[in-house]
């Protein structure tokens, strides 16, 4: 951990914890995908929701994150691809309730939730913003900025993989009461309903009055 202190280490794991346990897209629709089909399948979405993540992290390192926030048509174009994906998510949930899945491939359906946790990470303007407004006040100016910036963006892809893993293992656990088709079409749509509510606070929060 060259170049940081463990206090502004200890401070960043901190700031970044909190803002994952903040109710959002990821908590939502790990939420679904674990209660519903099960762990195995939250734990590949999780994947996807980290390599995602860590995309985002290296890009506004690079100062690719910087450039979309900068220009109003790559990020409003980012933002509502985020918030359209979101609301098919949850519109899939609603309709699917599993029908199928579980005939596919293991594989398949691993696949599946890994890219969908890629994709909506990979469309959350959210998470660039806290790479270009939050990380850097963390870093040092006059030591190796670039590679702070890396390792504390490693660091946050960390911290939210755990939050994100923890909330497979906890949905995970009302599996085994949800294998009545009934009882999980019903937690389905009702966890379906918060992530198009939570799409819809999504957009709000990422217009531009609102950063």
Same mark, same amino acid.
């Given at each position: ?34 209660? $519903? ?41 980012? /933002? ?18 599993? !029908?199928?899945? !579980? ?45 702070? $910036? ?57 217009? /531009? $009055?609102?950063?």
């Amino acid at each position: 951990m060259d170049g940081l202190a463990l206090e502004t280490l200890a401070a960043f794991i901190l700031t970044s914890a909190v803002i994952e346990l903040t109710p959002g897209p990821n908590m939502a629709w790990l939420a679904i995908v674990a209660a $519903t089909e099960g762990r195995r399948p939250g734990f590949a979405a999780v994947a996807g929701v980290a390599l995602g993540l860590g995309i985002v992290g290296i890009a506004a390192a690079l100062g690719v994150a910087a450039a979309v926030t900068a220009s109003p048509f790559l990020y409003e174009t980012l /933002r509502w691809g985020g918030v359209f994906y979101l609301l098919w998510l949850a519109w899939d949930g609603w309709r699917d309730g599993g !029908d199928g899945i !579980d005939k596919m491939p293991f594989g398949a359906r691993m696949w599946r939730y890994f890219r969908r946790g890629l994709i909506t990470n990979l469309l959350n303007p959210k998470a660039a913003v806290f790479y270009i407004a939050v990380l850097p006040a963390f870093t040092d100016p006059a030591g190796k900025v670039l590679t702070e $910036t890396i390792t504390l963006s490693m660091v946050y892809v960390a911290v939210a993989t755990a939050i994100h893993a923890a909330i497979v293992i906890l949905a995970g656990l009302a599996r085994h009461i949800l294998d009545d088709p009934r009882r999980s079409r019903i937690v389905r749509r009702v966890l379906s309903a918060l992530l198009a509510l939570i799409a819809l606070w999504f957009a709000w929060a990422t217009g /531009r $009055t609102a950063l």
